[in-house]
């Protein structure tokens, strides 16, 4: 039986446009994402068909394919939320506070984030978490699906950078797509993970 399964969005297809565009979120809601939940399942079920027999001879293959895959899922999961057609320009509250604490201004933080993304080199996303050990806001690169991310950080907003998620809109200009994508963007769920992710303490100490 499938363990991960394909999440709802919470809009339709068409209700962020002209930001982006139903078939962009359609392909890459239906398509793209569906392949890595499907991928990750597979993974899981090449594991356990490995301990049932004690082949373990693939199991580098098996754990890096449930790391890229169950990465993709995670990843999506999340950006879909981060989006709203009733986008807000910027956020408010304890989350805007820290925003200015930690990178000076909202301009600032919107400087350092879209060069995360746009620098970019090859396929990954731009992530702003909150970093559990230094307590504290902080973008990086997470390249590919799981590649880069940093110890104890709780992701709260990505950015998909892969060309599925923008290339039918924007062609090869990024900087246009992630102009765009500000528009969109769901600070209502980026302060709810942030609330939440301030409780993480993982397994780290200052």
Do not use: C
């Amino acid at each position: 039986m499938a363990i991960y399964s394909l999440p709802e969005l919470p809009y339709d297809y068409a209700a962020l446009e002209p930001h982006i565009s139903a078939r962009i979120m359609q392909l890459h809601h239906n398509k793209h994402h569906a392949a890595y939940v499907a991928g990750a399942n597979a993974a899981l079920e090449a594991l356990a068909a490995a301990r049932e027999t004690g082949d373990f001879a693939a199991i580098n293959l098996h754990e890096k394919n449930l790391a890229f895959h169950l990465g993709g899922h995670t990843n999506h999961s999340i950006f879909w939320q981060n989006m709203t057609p009733d986008g807000q320009e910027r956020p408010d509250g304890d989350l805007a506070a820290a925003i200015d604490e930690f990178f000076g201004s909202f301009e600032a933080f919107q400087g350092q984030f879209a060069a995360t993304a746009l620098g970019l080199q090859g396929s990954g996303w731009a992530v702003l978490a909150w970093d559990a050990l230094s307590r504290r806001l902080v973008t990086f690169q997470l390249t590919d699906q799981q590649g880069n991310i940093p110890v104890a950080t709780v992701p709260l907003l990505m950015l998909d950078m892969w060309e599925h998620a923008f290339y039918l809109d924007y062609l090869n200009v990024k900087g246009d797509y992630v102009k765009a994508w500000w528009n969109v963007v769901n600070w209502e769920d980026v302060a709810a993970r942030f609330a939440r992710a301030q409780n993480f303490h993982g397994l780290v100490t200052a």
